[in-house]
């Protein structure tokens, strides 16, 4: 995977990132999700490599990323400090001024650094996802049991960590399979790669520290905002997933960003792997 890529490893002012990068052209950020690594764009970065330089990094916490313990307030995994971290990667590399592509967490990371960074974020686009609020304060029989992950991992320190260190191998084919495609969408050596991250109980801890975040200090973040995300925002998301069935996607995002445009993929969450070319084909008329 990454033919061609530069792999690397960049010091922030709090934890080392992991990332790959390659291509020429207006800098790119590509940010992954849960529970997965940045080899969830092997099937993408090579073609926006063509127009774009691409920097896709391991979110603090995950893949080969450093993963600091959690804290009480869970500002170590709070999506200010995540963003944070990855102005300070796209620094180091040269770029004052890029787009990002997040997907599930890391969407919810390019919200919060479009709202902090404002004069760094250039294009925004968010993967089958709706703002984190959004998603607490519309919450359905439906919406929760599909989403029972998020408040099963921010139960308090320890109790998810041991379920899922039984099993952490199933646990994640679990997530990666039940979101509306099966376990074959993904590359064996993609799925290699995550079972390789997923197995190590300091990426548990913090993935699970992410998710504590997302229900307490993220929120209160987001409470605090008194602006909407400036810059163009591009919303994609899976015509089998959950946000489809849930909700409107560009309503939702219309209620935190000013320029909100988008479309439905035929795939489940996992857009990226499930369906690369229409993925590609949106994200390229968008970002160009």
Request: net charge negative; glycine share 12%; aromatic share 16%.
């Given at each position: 995977?990454?033919?061609?890529?530069q792999r690397m490893d960049i010091q922030t002012s709090q934890v080392r990132i992991h990332l790959v990068k390659g291509g020429e052209g207006p800098p790119l950020l590509l940010l992954h999700g849960y529970p997965q690594t940045h080899a969830m764009w092997h099937r993408l970065a090579p073609a926006l490599a063509e127009h774009f330089?691409?920097?896709a990094p391991d979110l603090r916490g995950y893949g080969d990323s450093e993963k600091p313990p959690g804290d009480p307030d869970h500002q170590n995994y709070s999506k200010r400090q995540m963003a944070q971290d990855q102005v300070e990667v796209m620094q180091a590399l040269?770029?004052?001024?890029?787009?990002v592509v997040g997907h599930d967490r890391g969407?919810?990371?390019?919200?919060?650094?479009?709202?902090?960074?404002?004069?760094?974020?250039l294009k925004l686009a968010v993967l089958d996802i709706a703002?984190?609020?959004y998603v607490f304060a519309h919450l359905s029989r439906e919406l929760a049991l599909a989403y029972y992950h998020w408040f099963f991992?921010?139960?308090?320190k320890g109790f998810p960590e041991r379920l899922i260190g039984?099993?952490?191998?199933?646990?994640?084919h679990r997530k990666l399979g039940g979101w509306g495609t099966g376990l074959s969408a993904f590359a064996p050596e993609a799925l290699a790669e995550y079972e390789r991250c997923f197995r190590d109980p300091a990426t548990i801890h913090a993935t699970c520290e992410d998710y504590r975040a997302a229900a307490s200090i993220d929120l209160q973040h987001h409470a605090a905002d008194a602006e909407r995300i400036r810059c163009p925002l591009l919303v994609l998301w899976g015509r089998k997933g959950v946000v489809h069935r849930t909700c409107d996607p560009i309503a939702a995002w219309r209620e935190y960003a000013w320029d909100v445009r988008g479309e439905a993929v035929e795939a489940g969450h996992f857009l990226c792997e499930e369906n690369p070319a229409e993925t590609l084909r949106a994200l390229l008329d968008f970002l160009r």
């Open positions: 995977m990454f033919d061609g890529f330089t691409v920097v040269g770029f004052e001024r890029f787009s969407g919810r990371v390019g919200h919060r650094m479009a709202l902090d960074y404002p004069e760094r974020v703002p984190t609020p991992l921010a139960q308090p039984f099993d952490p191998v199933g646990f994640l």
